[in-house]
């Protein structure tokens, strides 16, 4: 009995030792073809390597979350106006600090939009691997509660939504910044179903490679260990 436990815990520890080595073999070549790779995204100004053709039968998802990126952009930008027309409809205060918050939201949401989620998307879907589908995961979910806060739209917060359009509605706004709220909840609600969409769509390829939440485990702590190897090492040469 003690020799069968046994060859069931070498098997298991075999396991593991395969899925680590399989990790590490993975972040590896990545490192050795990003270090080939040219700069080319965004055109204006590269700052990384970005090719869809690399993403293979994910291409299609791939685009999904780049359009996903650029119609942030759009809520943002559209959110902002809104809360002015309704600042000039209505004259309530509340729309001032509101204003500050959307304005400052759509100014920094290109850059860390892109960083937070977008790229996140692209690297699930440019790589087999665990850990980069649920830091993409992350992002969704993150970007889903953050489209829902903006479809209730509370104007002193900088959203341009539902209770924006209900405070015009009973406080003197006109016609067309309570259909712009309105439009402005609808368009955010828009925004959620998609995200949830890309996020079904991604569950579905993280199942097809075989990726598990364990293997994002182990890779995340190789990542991290070999990142601690080597300043630990850059550290002794330095000295």
């Known amino acids: 009995m003690n020799y069968v436990k046994g060859l069931f815990s070498k098997k298991n520890e075999a396991h593991h030792e395969d899925d680590e ?10 490192q050795e073809q990003a270090k080939k790779k040219v700069k080319n995204f965004p055109p204006c100004y590269p700052i990384v390597y970005h090719s869809f053709s690399a993403c293979g039968k994910k291409k299609y998802l ?18 902002t106006a809104g809360l002015i027309i309704g600042l000039v409809a209505s004259k309530l205060s509340d729309y001032i600090g509101g204003i500050a918050i959307a304005g400052a939201i759509a100014l920094f949401f290109p850059v860390i939009g892109f960083f937070a989620q ?13 850990a980069r589908y649920v830091l993409a995961f992350i992002s969704y979910i993150v970007g889903i509660l953050f489209s829902l806060f903006m479809a209730i739209g509370v104007p002193s917060a900088g959203g341009c939504g539902l209770v924006s359009a209900l405070w015009l509605l009973t406080k003197g706004g006109d016609t067309f910044s309570v259909v712009f709220s309105f439009v402005m909840a609808a368009a955010w ?3 959620v179903v998609y995200q949830i969409i890309i996020v079904i769509l991604l569950y ?22 070999r990142r601690s190897l080597s300043n630990a090492v850059s550290g002794v040469v330095g000295n």
Not at 62 to 79: E, H, K, Q, S, V
Not at 118 to 130: D, Q
Not at 205 to 223: C, M, P, W, Y
């Open 21 to 30: 080595s399989e990790a590490n073999e993975s972040e590896e070549q990545e």
């Open 118 to 130: 977008y790229w996140l998307h692209y690297g699930a879907c440019s790589h087999k691997n665990s």
């Open 189 to 191: 609600a828009v925004n």
């Open 204 to 225: 579905r390829h993280f199942n097809e490679e075989g990726s598990t939440l364990g293997r994002a485990k182990d890779q995340i702590v190789a990542f991290f260990a």
């Open 62 to 79: 791939a685009f999904m979350g780049l359009i996903a990126y650029f119609a942030y952009i759009l809520l943002t930008l559209c959110n």
